[in-house]
């Protein structure tokens, strides 16, 4: 991820506001409420990010070990790769099709 996105989660995603520790009691999770879909961009074809495992790592880091870690759901990564100008037609549909299908829920 670029460094200002990782600089911003490192000082959103902090003790007392993502999660408490205590050595007595390890973690409490607070964002349990949280639901998290990644959405990438990429620069190369499917098949490198496959054959690298790029996604798993995606998935492990950001997924599991910033959201799940803070009680959130992790709900998978979907990466978008924008080759030519068919492929990104396709990448934009699809991300519009995530957005139509996310569900805000509010409190009143």
């Known amino acids: 991820m670029p460094a200002i996105l990782k ?3 490192d000082r959103v ?3 007392g506001w993502a999660y408490l ?3 007595e009691g390890g ?3 607070l964002l ?3 639901k998290v879909k990644v959405i990438g961009i990429g ?3 499917r098949r490198t990010y496959e054959r690298h495992e790029y996604i798993n790592a995606i998935n492990k880091q950001i997924g599991e070990g ?3 870690y803070c009680g959130g ?3 998978g990564t979907e990466l978008i790769i924008p080759i030519n100008e068919q492929s990104q037609n396709a990448g934009l549909d699809r991300v519009f099709e995530i957005g139509c299908n996310l569900r805000f829920e509010t409190r009143i």
Do not use: D, P, V
Request: proline share 0%; charged share 10%.
């Open 7 to 9: 600089g911003w989660i």
């Open 13 to 15: 995603f902090t003790h």
């Open 21 to 23: 520790y205590s050595t």
């Open 27 to 29: 973690t409490t999770r």
């Open 32 to 34: 349990t409420k949280m």
């Open 43 to 45: 620069g190369a074809h």
């Open 66 to 68: 910033i959201f799940e």
């Open 73 to 75: 759901t992790f709900l």
